[in-house]
């Protein structure tokens, strides 16, 4: 069974750094591509960062040059750097496995991403 589990999540203020990690198991991680999602309240899950088994990487417009995504594949372990942090940044993150794709990204959408972690809260004050 598929499990994802985020930690690293607090609060920081405005320019601060924080890094999220998302901790797997129950699968060959390094065959998967690997996202991480956020959502502030009242707004749509959104696409941050992704990952694919061949280390490529893409990033949402609002956090590129700031997040940096990456992975230990030894240690099943995605990682989310942030720096730069904003006020907007303020959500809860979630990271996001798709099995469905031979372990390459081709979109943020969530629902094509069948597992699921169960978030960590992020809180940027200015």
């Known amino acids: 069974q598929v499990q994802l589990v985020e930690s690293g999540g607090g609060s920081v203020q405005a320019g601060g750094s924080l890094r999220l990690s998302c901790a797997a198991s129950?699968?060959?991680?390094?065959?998967?591509?690997m996202g991480w999602f956020r959502q502030a309240p009242g707004k749509e899950r959104e696409g941050v960062a992704r990952?694919?088994?061949?280390?490529?990487?893409r990033y949402a417009d609002s956090v590129k040059g700031r997040f940096t995504i990456s992975k230990d594949n030894p240690k099943n372990t995605l990682y989310l750097q942030m720096n730069s942090l904003k006020p907007e940044d303020t959500a809860m993150y979630y990271c996001a496995a798709d099995a469905s794709r031979g372990g390459y990204c081709y979109t943020f959408l969530p629902r094509t991403f069948g597992y699921w972690g169960q978030g960590t809260q992020v809180t940027v004050s200015s």
């Open positions: 990952i694919d088994k061949d280390v490529t990487t």
């Open positions: 129950g699968y060959t991680y390094s065959r998967y591509c």
